[in-house]
């Protein structure tokens, strides 16, 4: 069973950090781009950070850009979010997800629907 399992969520004040885990099992996705969404209560998911299969590129939105870092580890099939100087509007369900398209560095994609594997979501809350 191929499977995404996110880690690393919590409470923590505006200004702080957290570092989320997605570790892969039942498959590898060494060879796909992983990207980062949230979903916060009442509103869309939206995207937040994507990393090409190999780590030669990244991509953020601005509402993020300079305080979140998405990485990778394709020996520990695992890719991380490391956040700082978290904000209140910073609480969300965070989800990682793979790129259905594989060996894919450049023209990461924003778009869900360009995302096959999904995992269930860790909680971020952050308090003012």
């Known amino acids: 069973q191929v499977q995404l399992v996110e880690s690393g969520g919590g409470l923590v004040q505006a200004g702080g950090s957290l570092r989320l885990s997605c570790a892969a099992s039942g498959r590898s996705f060494s060879s796909h781009a992983m990207g980062w969404f949230r979903q916060a209560p009442g509103k869309d998911r939206e995207f937040v950070a994507a990393?090409?299969?190999?780590?030669?590129?990244?991509y953020y939105p601005d509402s993020v850009k300079g305080r979140f870092t998405i990485s990778r580890d394709n020996a520990k099939n695992t890719v991380y979010l490391q956040m700082n100087n978290l904000k209140p509007e910073d609480t969300a369900v965070y989800f990682c997800?793979?790129?259905?398209?594989?060996?894919?560095?450049?023209?990461?994609?924003?778009?869900?629907?360009?995302?096959?594997?999904w995992g269930q979501g860790t909680q971020v809350t952050v308090s003012s």
């Open positions: 990393i090409g299969w190999n780590g030669g590129n990244t």
């Open positions: 997800a793979a790129d259905s398209r594989a060996y894919i560095n450049y023209n990461l994609r924003i778009e869900e629907y360009y995302y096959n594997y």
